[in-house]
């Protein structure tokens, strides 16, 4: 393999696949990038068998096509500490190449690309669809904050994609709070479903570009493959059933709050101080455009309380919540106000956008009460 290319420009591409390098790798193979070059064209690809990243750079001069896997944090640290300026790669022996730069040279390891693992991509069977780049990211940040950590129901670690012929919605859950996030106008021939672990989901979110315009998506039962600009993300989805979040969603909730949603996030900060720090247990009283949040810690004699400008219509009620989830739900919004409805002081509570109520709530929140 013989090639130049500039430095920035390869810095730049392995640091947007760095992120799949694993830190305790199984193989030691796959503390490598993998380096195919074809044509003008350079692949650089990084796994941990679960989760792979590829992208496509195009380089100054080819002159010797081939492949290679090349140690990632030898050629990350080195590419850091060079300036921009044209670079050139050549393999010098069976298990050596050279980069060398205006001013100098160093070699380093390689070793045969034929050990690096074969990476697993989706089958004849797959379902393909195109999302809009901004709403995947977007629905991404608004719902893998409520993935559950729990390992004994791998399937909640995820994030659900449900996919109906008009539109998909993302949702996350722990068992005590659920997200959901509906992206309209993405066709699919057929419903289909997948759950995509927070794991490469976050790493998606991070590396899609401002000005990436859409997201090729094929899936399968075992793999999907993102696509987009000159990158490609192949990751290995979480085998298992999703709980039928729909029918937890409440229904004809009658008793309906109206409030600012920073007002509101950072009066439950302040009163919550007060609550327990092992349950972090706040109660709501509310009545006909009041609310009082309140607090107390027993074992220290301690309380607060706050009454917070809203409007609320509906029977008086009270009820009990975990601070720490409504701090989490209400964070992750960007709105400028919500509308929080209620059925009872059992049964779980709705939190949405107020701008995106009439939306067929585009972004929606469910939160479980605790006894108060």
């Known amino acids: 393999m013989k090639l130049i290319i500039s430095s920035a420009e390869l810095l730049k591409g392995i640091l947007s696949v760095s992120k799949a390098i694993p830190a305790k790798p199984a193989l030691p193979i796959l503390e490598n990038f993998l380096f195919v070059l074809k044509g003008n064209t350079l692949e650089i690809t990084a796994s941990d068998t679960e989760l ?33 300026q044209p670079l050139t ?23 045969p690309a034929e050990d690096y693992p074969e990476i697993a991509t989706t089958d004849d069977t797959a379902v393909r669809i195109e ?25 909640m670690s995820g994030i659900f994609f449900d996919i109906e012929p008009e539109s998909t919605t993302l949702v996350a859950s722990d068992a005590h709070k659920l997200v959901c996030y509906t992206a309209s106008g993405i066709k699919a021939t057929e419903k289909a479903s997948f759950i995509l672990h927070k794991r490469p989901a976050a790493v998606l979110r991070s590396i899609i570009g401002k000005n990436t315009e859409k997201v090729d998506i094929s899936f399968d039962s075992k793999n999907a493959v993102f696509t987009f600009d000159q990158t490609t993300v192949v990751c290995r989805l979480i085998i298992g059933k999703y709980p039928k979040y729909r029918d937890v969603i409440p229904q004809n909730n009658s008793n309906v709050l109206r409030i600012d949603r920073a007002m509101f996030l950072n009066t439950v900060r302040r009163v919550s101080v007060c609550a327990n720090k092992a349950s972090n247990h706040i109660k709501f ?53 919500i509308v929080m409805k209620f059925a009872d002081s059992k049964r779980a509570a709705l939190i949405v956008p107020a701008e995106d109520e009439a939306e067929s709530e585009k972004v929606c929140g469910i939160i479980m009460p605790i006894m108060i």
């Not at 995947?136 to 399937?155: C, F, M």
């Open 52 to 84: 792979t990243l590829r992208t496509l750079i195009e380089v100054d001069n080819a002159i010797e096509e081939g492949q290679i896997a090349i140690p990632a944090k030898h050629i990350t640290d080195l590419l850091k500490e060079l300036p921009d």
């Open 285 to 337: 009283d509310l009545k006909e455009n009041s609310l009082v949040i309140s607090a107390q810690d027993l074992g220290f004699s301690i309380a607060a309380y706050e009454n917070v400008p809203c409007q609320y219509s509906g029977d008086e009620l009270s009820i009990g919540f975990k601070s720490t989830f409504i701090i989490e739900i209400l964070s992750n919004m960007t709105c400028n106000g």
């Open 131 to 155: 999302f809009p780049a901004e709403s995947l990211v977007e629905g991404i940040a608004s719902t893998i904050y409520a993935t559950s950590d729990d390992e004994i129901r791998p399937a």
């Open 89 to 111: 790669i050549s393999t010098v022996s069976d298990s050596s190449f050279e980069c060398s730069w205006t001013s100098g040279s160093s070699t380093l390891p390689f070793f």
